[in-house]
Nanobody, 117 residues
Framework: QVQLVESGGGLVQAGGSLRLSCAAS????????MGWYRQAPGKQRELVAQ???????NYADSVKGRFTISRDNAKNMVYLQMNSLKFEDTAVYYC???????????WGQGTQVTVSS
């Protein structure tokens, strides 16, 4: 059972920045994918950014150029730096991993990001 703990959400004005952190209970090298999703009220959960197979990254079009995903392999951490935040970025952000063997998905508890216009 993989445990994921997120932190770093909060309230920020439009144009501001936040950094989200996610700590995994296992080595991130045991994951095929690791990244961030978000879910706004009344909407489906959507991919924000992720690492695929360690080296590749994937971003939602809506965040390209504003958000950056990074990781610390030694600490089993993944981060999401969010700049130039917009009102429409308001959502609960979830850390996600998919295991390399078995392809099982695990989710963090979520962290709220609220952007005031």
């Amino acid at each position: 059972q993989v445990q994921l703990v997120e932190s770093g959400g909060g309230l920020v004005q439009a144009g501001g920045s936040l950094r989200l952190s996610c700590a995994a209970s296992e080595s991130i090298f045991s994951f095929y994918a690791m990244g961030w999703y978000r879910q706004a009220p009344g909407k489906q959960r959507e991919l924000v950014a992720q690492f695929i197979s360690v080296f590749s990254t994937n971003y939602a079009d809506s965040v390209k150029g504003r958000f950056t995903i990074s990781r610390d392999n030694a600490k089993n951490m993944v981060y999401l730096q969010m700049n130039s935040l917009k009102f429409e970025d308001t959502a609960v952000y979830y850390c996600n991993v998919r295991t390399l063997f078995g392809g099982k998905d695990y989710w963090g508890q979520g962290t709220q990001v609220t952007v005031s216009s």
